[in-house]
């Protein structure tokens, strides 16, 4: 991974030389109190910015505060700053994640739907078009082995939408003393038990969570409902991501129990849709 340029250091104030930082896409840098990434997509960069300057703090959480140049920007020759939050993310603690996250998105329940989500255009945003019927389900044959009892199960619910964080369990970092800190915010704009979903799903699938973490949540809205969608997401993401390389017979086998026990629960019966 390529570290900042020296320009982009001396733009935001760092004076400590970047040192790499384990988790994410690999890309991240610690140059003293900053934590330093390149952007990927700047609308909702500079987006994001704004929001997270203005969000008060808050007792049940803490996030990481964007950093601007020193002449004021948010984005320094394609890179931005944050400032370093003490913790490590734990995937064990899935509950205490979905905790955070809820109490995140009460936080910003009242933000208004993103223009930028119109425009973004890579595999998550074509996964969650997908999930939630903007898009055909076209995906490799692999995929839909497992779309297809998926998109048989879902049906239409009535939830208000709102801002979400779409990738809360590897993204909520833990330290003694402190209120979860949440960072790394990939924004959306669907119901807030959707993005608690996404997280039951990836703990289900990669981290060895006990099918009893998804009645635990099974208060939350349309929750049989919700981790059907995740799951399409996840899926047609994945599929997405994955292009001519293919799925191995590992990532199948990992989703394939979770897509079983998804249309299983209350309100989701393949049956009823024939």
């Given at each position: 991974m390529?570290?900042?340029?020296h320009?982009?250091?001396?733009?935001f104030g760092?004076t400590?030389?970047?040192v790499?930082?384990?988790?994410?896409?690999?890309?991240?840098?610690?140059?003293?109190?900053?934590?330093?990434?390149?952007?990927e997509?700047e609308?909702?960069?500079l987006?994001?910015?704004?929001?997270?300057?203005?969000?008060p703090?808050s007792?049940?959480?803490?996030?990481?505060?964007?950093?601007r140049?020193l002449g004021?920007?948010w984005?320094?020759e394609?890179?931005?700053?944050?400032?370093?939050v003490?913790?490590?993310?734990?995937v064990?603690?899935p509950?205490?994640?979905?905790?955070?996250?809820?109490?995140?998105h009460?936080a910003i329940a009242?933000?208004?739907?993103p223009?930028?989500?119109d425009?973004r255009?890579?595999p998550?945003?074509?996964?969650?078009?997908?999930?939630?019927?903007e898009?055909?389900?076209?995906?490799?044959?692999?995929?839909?082995?497992?779309?297809e009892?998926l998109?048989?199960?879902r049906?239409p619910?009535?939830?208000?939408?709102q801002v979400?964080?779409?990738?809360?369990?590897?993204?909520v970092l833990f330290?003694?003393?402190?209120p979860p800190?949440?960072?790394?915010?990939?924004?959306?704009w669907?119901?807030?038990?959707?993005a608690?979903?996404?997280?039951?799903v990836?703990?289900?699938?990669?981290?060895?969570a006990?099918p009893?973490?998804a009645?635990r949540?099974?208060h939350?809205?349309?929750?049989?409902?919700?981790l059907?969608?995740?799951l399409?997401?996840?899926?047609?993401?994945?599929?997405?991501?994955?292009?001519?390389?293919?799925?191995?017979r590992?990532?199948?086998?990992?989703?394939?129990?979770?897509v079983?026990l998804?249309?299983?629960?209350?309100?989701?019966?393949?049956?009823?849709?024939g």
């Open positions: 390529s570290q900042p340029p320009a982009v250091l001396v733009a760092a400590e030389p970047p790499g930082l384990a988790g994410g896409k690999g890309e991240t840098w610690r140059a003293g109190r900053l934590a330093l990434k390149p952007v997509f609308p909702e960069t987006w994001r910015a704004d929001v997270l300057a203005a969000l703090d007792p049940e959480f803490r996030i990481a505060r964007p950093v140049t004021g920007a984005i320094a394609g890179w931005e700053a944050t400032t370093i003490a913790g490590d993310p734990d064990s603690r509950d205490d994640v979905l905790r955070a996250g809820n109490a995140f009460t009242d933000l208004s739907r223009a930028f989500l425009d255009d890579d998550w945003a074509f996964g969650d078009r997908v999930a939630w019927e898009l055909p389900a076209r995906v490799s044959p692999g995929a839909s082995d497992l779309l009892q998109v048989r199960s049906r619910v009535e939830l208000e939408s979400v964080h779409g990738d809360l369990l590897g993204n330290a003694d003393g402190l800190a949440v960072i790394d915010w990939p924004a959306y669907r119901p807030a038990s959707w608690s979903a996404v997280a039951v990836d703990a289900l699938c990669w981290y060895g006990a009893e973490l009645a949540w099974s939350l809205p349309e929750w049989g409902q919700m059907v969608r995740a399409i997401y996840r899926i047609a993401t994945d599929d997405a991501a994955l292009g001519s390389v293919g799925w191995t590992a990532q199948l086998s990992a989703y394939r129990p979770v079983d998804a249309v299983s629960f209350p309100g989701v019966n393949v049956l009823d849709r």
